[in-house]
């Protein structure tokens, strides 16, 4: 069944992926007038998120299942989201926030979701 899937993964799919993806940075590049690492990108989640990101490792990991049923509906959503948590976190940890952290749904990540141009909401809604 997984080899299946990644079997889905054409390299024509893993290109629009990686657009959406670059195009959410060169927003956040524009209005935070900064260069953000680009992260790597694995299609291996299977589990019933959508999405993650992992910021120490600078790394974003999708369904593949739930990107290839979804299509563009999941490109909407998921990589912007999972961007959003990288920039805010790299924006957001080097300033001195009274001993805060950045909540990973918090006002930051709120934030750099309406910069993106997405709606800031945290669960999907795929099957």
Known sequence: M?????????????KEVEEVINAAYVKCEKHYKRKFTRPEIHYDLRNTNAGEAWRNRNLIRLNLTFL???????????????????????????KPMNGKKV??????????????????????SFD
């Open 2 to 14: 997984v080899a299946e899937v990644k079997l889905l993964l054409t390299p024509a799919l893993r």
């Open 68 to 94: 290839v049923e979804n299509g563009v509906k999941f490109q909407e959503r998921t990589p912007g989201h999972e961007v959003a948590h990288l920039v805010a976190h790299a924006v957001y940890d080097s």
């Open 103 to 124: 909540r990973p749904h918090g006002k930051e990540w709120k934030e750099v979701m309406g910069v993106i141009g997405q709606e800031p909401s945290v669960k999907h």
